[in-house]
Each structure stands twice: as structure tokens, then as C-alpha cells.
């Protein structure tokens, strides 16, 4: 943490995003004094902060991006980014996997814990630090990993958080019984909400578009874009609404029969619809029930 002058004989830093001050006599205030807040080292400290706070917030979002729509990342890209803080955060501790062509072996994987000219340094299953020296890796949604429940073992005994949730990030497969020629899922319809506004929200702080009346969420799996779509409403913002069906559709937008969509665009389909039926009114005889 670097101290600079300010007005006053005050000194501001900048600490975990936010502006804080000490007096000319080196002791640390509660808060920056009023008349300072307007002082161009407070401004320009408040405003790296902010830079800062969004820089950090879109490393997470490229790297789940990653890994949702299973994009290759090369191995020299994570070596160019890792030291920076907010993109070794995003990155350090999640599960990667060497990539050959297009595939990579489900069995080899590896915690991620450092990156630079030498290769990707992982921690696998076996607790042995290795490099991994492939140009490209992957980094697996957790619905394609085969030793999932192994990793999360390993991973809690490690203490790891992930900054990306990956290991512990719910996951849903697709039944066994289910009908492969049907177009929709009502698992997780009839979720009442007392305005439509609130679902809309509900969606958008849980990071999915809404479009058309539906919450959408992109998936590019299997060399293709398939779109979850949970339907939201979309008359009047303040009148009542409840969840809909789950559809999967094409880049056409025509609807994909459930036999035909892959494990990480139902997983994460899944996902966005049960987040938004947990943010349902929830009745009192529901709650005794």
C-alpha cells in the first residue's frame, strides 16, 4: 500500500478498493474527513478503485465464460496475464486440462496454481506438483469431469476457493427416463413472483440476459451455440408472473429436442432455471409443507 499527500498534511491509500486516511501523525482514520473528499489525490485513488473493482469483476466473468462454453485457452495467454492479481485470482486453484487437437484426457487434470515460460504448474489428484507443457488447455466444466467427487474431496482438504465457481458449482444431468423427442422442462415452472420486474431482476443479478420474455444463458458446446432460454413473462413489469418452461433452442432459434442437448447446456440451463424458482414468494403453506 503506497501513501500519497493530500490536503492537510493528510496521506490517502488505496486498500482492498477502498480509500482510506491517515493524519500527519501517521495514525490511521475511520473514515476520510469531508473536506478531503473532493481533493484530487482522494478523486483519482476513488476512481482507480472503481477501474479496479471492474477489472477484477470482468477476469472472473472471461474465465467462467471459458469455461461455460468450453473455449481452448492457450497456454501463453495465462502466462502473459498471470501476474496480475485479478486475473491469478479468476485463474489460481481451478481444475485444467491439457489439450490435444480438440479433446483432452478426462483422467489427467490438475489443479492450476502457477503459470509462466515454463508451463501451467498443477497440483493433481495424487497431491505431485507437475507442468503441464500442452499449448492449449481446457478449463472442464465441472458436469464433464469424471472424478468430480474425488476433486472436491481434495479441493476441501486443500482449503481451496475457487474465485470461478467450478468444483462447487451445481451441476444437473439429464435423466435417464426422459422423453428425448420433448422440447421443454417444467421442473421448475410455477414460481410466483408478486411483479414481473422482480423475476426480470432476480435474473439479472444472477448474471442472465433477458430477452423476448426469457432469461437466456449461451452455451457453445460440441462445435455449436445452443441457448437455454427459461421463459420470465412479458406484459406489464408490475404485474404478478410465474416461471416457465426450459427450452433449449438452436442459433435459429428453433427449439432442440431434450435428446439432443449436450451434459453443459442442460447443466447449466438447469441452473439458471432452479435460480430463478428459488427467488419464488414463497406461500406459508409451502413453508410448512
Known amino acids: 500500500m503506497t501513501w500519497t499527500a493530500a490536503t492537510g498534511g493528510y496521506e490517502v491509500a488505496l486498500q482492498s478498493g477502498k480509500v482510506v486516511c491517515r493524519n500527519a501523525k501517521g495514525k490511521l482514520l475511520r473514515t476520510v474527513p469531508a473536506a478531503l473528499r473532493d481533493d484530487p489525490a482522494v478523486t483519482r485513488l476513488r476512481q482507480l478503485g472503481e477501474w479496479l473493482a471492474r477489472h477484477e469483476a470482468a477476469c472472473l466473468a472471461d474465465v467462467e465464460r471459458w469455461m461455460v462454453r468450453s473455449l481452448p485457452v492457450p497456454a501463453p495467454v495465462?502466462?502473459?496475464?498471470?501476474?496480475?492479481?485479478?486475473?491469478?485470482?479468476?485463474?489460481?486453484?481451478?481444475?485444467?486440462?491439457?489439450?490435444e487437437g480438440d479433446r483432452w484426457d478426462p483422467g489427467d487434470v490438475g489443479l492450476l496454481r502457477e503459470a509462466g515460460e515454463k508451463g501451467l504448474g498443477v497440483v493433481t489428484l495424487d497431491g505431485e506438483s507437475v507442468r503441464l507443457e500442452a499449448d492449449r488447455v481446457a478449463i472442464p466444466h465441472p458436469v464433464l469431469l469424471d472424478d468430480l467427487d474425488d476433486l472436491r474431496e481434495f479441493a476441501a482438504e486443500l482449503e481451496v476457493r475457487q474465485a470461478v465457481d467450478q468444483l462447487f458449482r451445481e451441476t444437473w444431468a439429464r435423466p435417464a427416463g426422459l422423453d428425448a423427442q420433448a422440447t421443454g422442462v417444467a421442473d421448475h415452472a410455477g414460481g410466483r413472483y408478486e411483479q414481473l420486474r422482480h423475476l426480470q431482476a432476480r435474473a439479472t443479478s444472477l448474471g442472465y440476459q433477458v430477452r423476448g420474455g426469457y432469461a437466456v444463458c449461451p452455451v457453445f458446446e460440441d462445435g455449436r451455440t445452443v441457448e437455454a432460454r427459461s421463459w420470465v413473462g412479458s406484459d406489464d413489469p408490475y404485474e404478478p408472473t410465474e416461471t416457465g418452461e426450459l427450452v433449449f433452442v438452436d442459433p435459429d432459434g428453433s427449439a432442440l429436442p431434450l435428446g439432443g442437448v449436450g451434459p453443459v447446456a442442460w447443466s447449466e440451463g438447469m441452473r439458471m432455471a432452479a435460480g430463478l424458482y428459488a427467488g419464488r414468494v414463497v406461500e406459508q403453506q409451502e413453508v410448512r409443507a
Open 78 to 99: 495465462l502466462a502473459q496475464v498471470w501476474p496480475d492479481p485479478a486475473w491469478r485470482a479468476a485463474l489460481r486453484d481451478l481444475v485444467v486440462a491439457g489439450l
